[in-house]
């Protein structure tokens, strides 16, 4: 596994943790189908944008919060086909950004074949709301996989912090849990540059 130990990092007070292979294909089925639907061009998603639309989701309001965004991906995916920025080593991991919500800290967690992808995702899930500076978590795992729910439900099923908010972000109502629930989509439309009064 070339995805560094998750325990030996100092964790934000808010979190995001993100399934960015999956992110990434909701994000073209949602150019290709508005492209369609709406008759224009749609330009790649601002990633900046996505991560401020996925943090007031979450629950984060102005301020100067730090957040830090782990995004989770296979090893031979080496960017995002539809974002920008898009590669993870020299445009995203190790970067950050400052805004009215305070600061973002980007970093990439590329998993080798050794560990499942959503085994790594429950596996710093775990991690991340055991530590007690941790607030707020906002997980997007892969949708397409009920049991990666499942999953996330049995982990977060004992948690007793009632400190802490976590939010799961899915295109889709999915059964709840020891935690909130957002839809994805909104939250990259608004990256994409998707407006409602577009939508008939």
Known sequence: MNAQNTNDIHWSENVIIVDADYLDH??????????RMIGRKIPQADMAHWIDCIALDGGIREGDHETQVALIHQKENLKL???????????????????????????????????????????????????????????????????IYDQIRDALHYLEDDTKRITVFSMQPMQGGNFRQEILGYSLMSALGIKADEIK
Do not use: C, H, W
Request: glycine share 2%.
């Open 26 to 35: 909701v994000a073209f089925d949602l150019i290709v189908n508005f492209e």
């Open 81 to 147: 086909e539809n974002f920008q920025p898009a590669k993870y080593e020299e445009e995203l991991s190790g970067k950050a950004f400052r805004d009215n919500l305070g600061e973002f800290i980007i970093s990439s967690y590329p998993v080798e074949n050794v560990i499942s992808k959503d085994d790594y995702i429950i596996d710093i899930l775990n991690t991340v709301v055991s530590q007690k500076d941790v607030r707020r978590v906002m997980v997007i795992p892969n949708a397409d996989k009920e049991e």
